[in-house]
């Protein structure tokens, strides 16, 4: 074993960050890359257009990495002819390398894993990963590109394929014609010149990848992103592009009569393919949960779009997610900033808020559909049924039974403008807390509120007693915070109240027949809100010490 400090190191280029180079940086603690592609230098100069700019390569470097230390090489002349060995004993600082199982180094590639060992390095050669039978690769993304296919994109990256842009002025014509746009100047991509469904600035948009033929002279000199917002509204400074499907390709018209009626029939196939419903998902390392949590909704994914807010997992839950066709997007530090941005990246009307470890029955999303239809400012409590079968469970799912539509219950599908209305979840809580203080808002807004009919499955096999209290524990971190925002509100003493918890919840509007029914679960339940009462109190006597 080769002398040095006990730190994993990962090495290569990274153009994509796609999911197996998601494999490699997993777990390192520090990466080493290069200020610019080896071919650009090995190869005549001769080097693929690139995936992403080195600022953003190394920003996903870190994310995916789970914050490693990165070393950026000048890939010049010099480095290109420094032997192999003279390269390891230089920047390869850790005892442990990882790396592609065909990634070669030094001068002429003369040194490989085996290279290594032979070294006295430890190499984790990691495999290839497949997507629909073919190694994923950057080679095989700049194809899905060249084809359009961005869907294969998003799920080879692990996240939604999206393309940054300075607006810059255009020629007038798009709003002309009634369809205004927004002109992006963009980084040079191997993307199919045509037209695509897009999402930007929290809206639907139709944008066109090209030249503007149609225009003869007046025709961009190279390609442009064009946007047209559906609502007919517009952006400034740089715009972050979502690139959903490939609509056609760009041609030329034979007059701008045409141009303006096939205009107006791609914004139709945008509006016909919007989904009626849209299911917001929150994950950190939820490998075991996430694929059941996503196939609840097989069978419907032409009304329903699923996306995917992950929190930095640092297992398979992005991988997993991409593959099964959800939309997957980055963003923490907590659950209410991955909401927030997944309801405000929603393109239907209505969105579910749903935990990783959930999943809906058929007849629960045939309802929500339903709902969807309805229109209005609206907003509904879905019942939860926890899973399992052990003793635990069954008390747990008879105290939940008491909670539907009370100020403990937490609503979890909107109508998207009560959202955008009420501003979603409050960022300064944490976990726990956001959903009452939702709730208080929503039911201030004036909209309409009930209870599903049907009910949610959540997943607590898992979930052990100690679990459990731990995580009752950190929701008492924002208990302060809420209170304050909301002193003297008839929900939040509710909330806090022994009376209410341990008594009124479960007698209140004739529920105390139930508790008769069923002594010795009420007595169940009543052990498990004194523990969690504890837990409680002694975490806020704590936090009272610490300050």
């Keep these: 074993m080769r002398d040095g400090p006990e730190r994993r190191v990962a090495i290569g280029f990274f153009d994509g960050v796609h999911v197996g180079h998601q494999r490699i940086l997993r777990g390192v603690d520090e990466v080493v890359t290069f200020s610019r592609h080896p071919l650009s230098v090995v190869a005549g100069g001769e080097c693929p257009p690139l995936l992403m700019s080195l600022d953003e390569r190394l920003e996903a470097i870190r994310r995916f990495s789970g914050g490693a230390e990165v070393k950026v090489l000048e890939f010049d002349d010099a480095l290109a002819a420094l032997p192999a060995r003279d390269f390891a004993e230089r920047y390869l600082s850790g005892k442990t390398v ?4 065909d990634w070669r180094f030094g ?6 894993a085996d290279f290594l060992r032979k070294l006295g390095w430890n190499v984790e050669g990691v495999d290839d990963v497949e997507f629909k039978g073919e190694k994923v690769s950057s080679s095989r993304i700049r194809r899905a590109l060249s084809e359009g296919d961005v869907g294969a994109v998003s799920a080879m990256m692990a996240r939604v394929f999206t393309v940054k842009g300075a607006s810059r002025a255009g020629k007038g014509e798009g709003a002309a014609l009634g369809f205004a746009t927004l002109n992006l100047a963009v980084r040079g991509i191997p993307l199919r010149r ?3 469904e897009v999402f930007a600035c929290g809206r639907s948009a139709v944008a066109n990848y090209g030249v503007a033929p149609t225009m003869g002279e007046r025709a961009w000199k190279e390609p442009v992103l ?3 917002f559906l609502d007919g509204g517009g952006a400034e400074g740089e715009v972050e ?13 034979d007059g701008m009569d045409a141009l303006k009626a096939q205009l107006a029939e ?6 016909r393919s919007r989904p009626l419903l849209s299911v917001v998902i929150t994950t950190k390392n939820e490998e075991e949960n996430i694929a059941n949590c996503i196939s609840s909704f097989d069978g419907f994914r032409d009304r329903v779009e699923v996306i995917v807010v992950d929190n930095a997992s640092t297992d398979l839950t992005k991988p997993i997610a991409a593959a099964a066709g959800a939309r997957v997007f980055d963003r923490g530090p907590e659950r209410s900033a991955q909401r927030n941005l997944g309801w405000r990246s929603a393109r239907a009307g209505v969105v579910a808020v749903l935990d990783a470890d959930m999943q809906m029955p058929r007849e629960t999303v045939e309802e929500m559909l339903e709902c969807a239809k309805k229109g209005g400012d609206r907003a509904w409590w879905i019942p939860e049924v926890r899973t399992g079968g052990t003793w635990r469970v069954k008390v747990r799912n008879f105290e939940r039974s008491f909670y539907d539509g009370t100020c403990i219950d937490a609503l979890r599908l909107f109508s998207k403008g009560v959202l955008e209305r009420t501003g979603g979840y409050d960022e300064g809580l944490l976990a726990g807390p956001e959903d009452w203080e939702l709730d208080i808002r929503v039911l201030a807004s004036g909209a309409e509120c009930s209870v599903l009919k049907g009910h949610l499955l959540h997943n607590e096999k898992s979930l052990t007693y100690a679990k459990m209290l731990s995580k009752k524990a950190y929701y008492t971190k924002s208990f302060a915070a809420y209170k304050a925002k909301w002193p003297g509100h008839p929900a939040v003493r509710r909330q806090f109240s022994p009376w209410y918890r341990f008594v009124g919840v479960f007698v209140e509007r004739g529920k105390w027949r139930k508790v008769l029914r069923h002594p010795i679960l009420f007595t169940g339940v009543l052990f498990e809100r ?3 009462g504890l837990v409680y109190l002694f975490a806020g006597l704590k936090r009272k010490e610490q300050s």
């Design 241 to 253: 592009v979502e690139f959903l499907r490939f609509i056609r390709d760009e041609r030329t018209f």
């Design 194 to 196: 045509g037209v695509y």
């Design 266 to 271: 791609d914004c139709r196939e945008v509006e």
């Design 226 to 228: 064009e946007v047209h």
């Design 98 to 101: 990882r790396c592609g199982r």
């Design 530 to 532: 004194l523990s969690v």
């Design 107 to 112: 001068r002429g590639g003369e040194g490989n």
